[in-house]
């Protein structure tokens, strides 16, 4: 697995923290499998009543590791382990909660279109720039995003690749609460603890009323799956990924 998720318990919550500072909390593929391990597990825990993501001061995620991108690009060979992760969460069966402080890039803003509640410091910066780099949206947030935000703003967020500040992704609907950094985790914890001491059957019936099909999500995700693979191996995307590489080398 990896050593840059952790996973602690909080009475009947499980945490998954990602933990890789240095990188601004980047995704590889082993990051992926640990958190799925973690949601998969969880839920066939009965003791486990409730999941909470958390980042690190200053990045919640800043969306997958480039390198692992390039090598598929290059390679044309890429694991499952990213489609394994987004499924999970479609499948989760017990509440998914999250707490936001600072960059939330690319799948870092896409899982909380699958969050029941996200929680966010008022830094927090939201942004998907999927197109800009020769890429498609992911996650399941081309049906999700227009759902929860209205064609236009999904638009303009999940194609032109315009960011929200944390306001604007609370009026957006992606955002719960915004929390004082110095009380985020306390806050998503202890509201945490308030659902997993609720009757656990009519919660998850409930949830599930509350959200979209999961079979339409799946769906989804395995179509812009295809899309985003081939994207990848395009001329046009391996071009935009060297420019941003260079210029985070410059």
Known sequence: MSDHIQIERQGAVQTIRINRPDKKNALTRAMYAAMTKAIVDGDSDASVRAHVFFGV?????????LQDFMAFATTGTMGSEVIDFLIALVNA???????????????????H?????????????????????GLVPEAGSSLLGPALMGHQRAFAFLAMGDGLNAVEAKEAGLVYKLVETEELESTVLRVASEIAAKP???????RDLLRMPREEVVERIKLEAKHFAERLQSEEARNALMAFLTRKKG
């Open 93 to 111: 069966k017990k509440p998914l909660l999250a707490g936001v402080d600072g960059l939330a890039i690319g799948v870092g803003t896409t899982i």
């Open 57 to 65: 001061p200053g990045a919640f995620s800043s969306g997958n590791d």
């Open 200 to 206: 656990p059957e009519a919660m998850r019936i409930s």
């Open 113 to 133: 279109f699958h969050c029941d509640l996200t929680f966010a410091t008022p830094q927090s910066f939201f942004k998907t720039p999927f197109v800009d780099l």
